[in-house]
């Protein structure tokens, strides 16, 4: 709400509830931090994370713990240093941030 990341409403987290927040891909973690701080705002206690994949080799800082099944570390270039095979090739943003705009 208001560019705030927030859970739905009527979600509970009691005081006493151990959390382990559960990603499908981990990409820059920004999702997965928001989703940290959310939760540590409340009271129980954030645990851990897990994913499937951590696109980041295991640099994303999420804000905890985190388990991967899959870490794959991709190569990122500045876009005027782009290797010849690679300027070819549009550039896509991957995520989910702009699915619902």
Do not use: M
Request: charge should be negative; include cysteine; hydrophobic fraction near 35%.
């Amino acid at each position: 709400v208001d560019g705030e990341f927030q859970l739905r409403r009527s979600f509970e987290i009691k005081p006493t509830d151990r959390v382990l927040i559960a990603e499908d891909i981990v990409t820059t973690g920004l999702s997965f931090r928001e989703t940290v701080e959310a939760l540590q705002a409340l009271p129980g206690t954030v645990v851990g994370g897990s994913c499937i994949i951590d696109r980041s080799g295991g640099k994303a800082e999420v804000g905890c713990e985190l388990v991967s099944l899959a870490s794959i570390d991709f190569p990122d270039y500045d876009a005027d240093n782009l290797p010849p095979e690679l300027e070819k090739i549009p550039a896509h943003k991957p995520g989910s941030r702009g699915l619902n705009k």
